[in-house]
Every structure is written in structure tokens, then in C-alpha cells.
């Protein structure tokens, strides 16, 4: 490197080899196994997309499903907006990343500065590696997301205690046209006995679909942020289609104490 070349300050893998591999050419055959296992979509592509964060063993098989609807697109979506909870630091609002790009064992990912110095504008949105260091809900979505679109810039929020207008906010101003694709991740319920977590997460995905905003902890994990976009969704009248529907017990075999996971998918703006 010359003295007049910039460093890259990038986002390391946290949970590469723990909730997904770290080898390159196993992640690449694991991903395309689940996605060749789904069907091919029939809809248009969506603007948005609702996706399960848990080991690959997991909740592969259902964020396969989601990312399903994006093969073949490579190219036309240039920038992915990438909305995850929060789960080993306290955040108060939405934080970004103070970062060039995000690594993962298939390459170099990088953050789109321009748009996350205009979020860093709006109240209740700040600048923080600390959420961001471990965190496994924005980290497990970007081998699918490479996989399917090749090369995008990334736009990473980790969500903490924030109104869905703030978060229906955040998403609206850097929303975009056909080129920008939104994904929220986020589980469903969490350690239920199997029938009971069908149960629940049978009804949390009516409530998705039916584009209802006031979701709560026992049902997603990610619940601030969906109710968030499902008020973004009415306002800009978009349709929900649920994709996938199961839990850990459905994927693991242990149906002792499950995980929902469930992906949808929004369109029409």
C-alpha cells in the first residue's frame, strides 16, 4: 500500500464457523443447497423481504426461501438496506456502523457512506461499531444476499428501542427506487414446546401479513423493527405474502424447546 492510499476499515465475521461456515467453497455449496431446494417464484421481485437470523442448520432452509425470490437478479438491485435487533448491546434508537465495509468468508461488502451520513441526520440515529461488532442478525443475511446479487453496497442498522415511526422513518429516507432492496431480520418465538410455537407463530404471521404494527417481544425478536416497516408498507400499499413458515423443531428434529422462523415478502411499490 502507498502512504496515499486509504485504509479500509472493514466489519469483521463475528459467528463465521459457529452459525454458518467460514470455508468459502462449503458456504457457497450450503447456500446454493438451500436455495436450489426451493422452487422458483412465480411473483415479481420484491421491494422488501422479511428473513429468520438463527445457525444455517437452523433457519437456513426458510431465509432460503426469501432469498429464492432474488436469483437470477444480480445486477438490478445495487443496494441493500439491512435492518437487524440488536441482541448483546443496549442500543437506544438505530446505530450504524463507523465502517468501509462488512467482510464475510465470500468477499468485501461495502457501505454505502453517502447514505448512511444522511441517516446519521435524523433524530434517534447515531454512529456505533459496539452493536454492530457481534452481531449475528445482519452478519448471517450477507452470504445469501452475495450469493444472489453478486456485487451491492450495504446499508447495516442495528435496532434498538425504537417507535415504528422512527423505524418506518429510517427505512422511508433511504427506501429508493427498484434498485434498493430492504431486508428486516428477525425470528418469531422463541423456546416454546413445538405445538404451542406453531401456535403463536401461526398467528404472528396473519398479523404480517395483514400488515399489523404493534407486534411485541413474545412474538419476534425483531418486533420494533416490522412494526416499523408494516406501517411503511400500508403508507406506501404495498401487499405481504408469506413464504415460509416453520420452526427449529421443523429443521433440527429437537421439538423440545423451539424457534420460530418465518419469511415473507413485500410488493408492489
Same mark, same amino acid.
Given at each position: ?209 395483514? =400488515? ?24 406506501? =400499499? ?32
Amino acid at each position: 500500500m502507498t502512504p496515499t492510499e486509504p485504509v479500509i476499515r472493514s466489519r469483521l465475521p463475528a459467528v463465521a464457523g459457529l452459525f454458518y461456515p467460514d470455508d468459502p467453497y462449503e458456504l457457497r455449496a450450503v447456500v446454493r443447497s438451500y436455495l436450489d431446494a426451493v422452487p422458483a417464484p412465480t411473483a415479481d421481485r420484491p421491494k422488501a423481504l422479511i428473513v429468520p437470523h438463527a445457525g444455517y442448520v437452523y433457519s437456513g432452509p426458510v431465509a432460503a426461501s426469501a432469498y429464492r425470490t432474488l436469483v437470477g437478479r444480480s445486477g438490478s438491485i445495487e443496494r441493500v438496506v439491512l435492518a437487524g435487533p440488536s441482541h448483546r448491546v443496549p442500543v437506544a434508537g438505530i446505530a450504524l456502523p463507523d465502517v468501509a465495509a462488512f467482510d464475510t468468508p465470500l468477499g468485501r461488502i461495502p457501505i454505502d457512506t453517502a447514505t448512511v451520513q444522511r441517516l446519521l441526520e435524523l433524530p434517534g440515529v447515531y454512529a456505533s461499531n459496539l452493536p454492530h461488532r457481534m452481531e449475528h442478525s445482519l452478519e448471517v443475511q450477507l452470504p445469501f444476499l452475495q450469493m444472489t446479487l453478486g456485487d451491492f453496497s450495504l446499508v447495516p442498522l442495528a435496532v434498538g428501542d425504537a417507535a415504528p415511526e422512527a423505524v418506518a422513518g429510517v427505512l422511508d429516507a433511504c427506501w429508493g427506487g427498484p434498485e434498493t432492496l430492504v431486508v428486516v431480520s428477525t425470528d418469531l418465538s422463541h423456546y416454546h414446546d413445538y405445538d404451542n410455537a406453531r401456535r403463536v407463530d401461526a398467528e404472528t404471521a396473519r398479523a404480517i401479513v395483514g =400488515q399489523a404494527d404493534d407486534l411485541h417481544d413474545e412474538q419476534a425478536c425483531g418486533c420494533r423493527l416490522l412494526n416499523g416497516l408494516m406501517r411503511l408498507a400500508r403508507r406506501r =400499499q404495498l401487499r405481504v405474502a408469506a413464504l415460509d413458515l416453520r420452526n427449529s423443531g421443523d429443521t433440527s428434529g429437537d421439538t423440545a424447546r423451539v424457534v420460530g422462523y418465518g419469511a415473507f415478502a413485500l410488493y408492489g411499490d
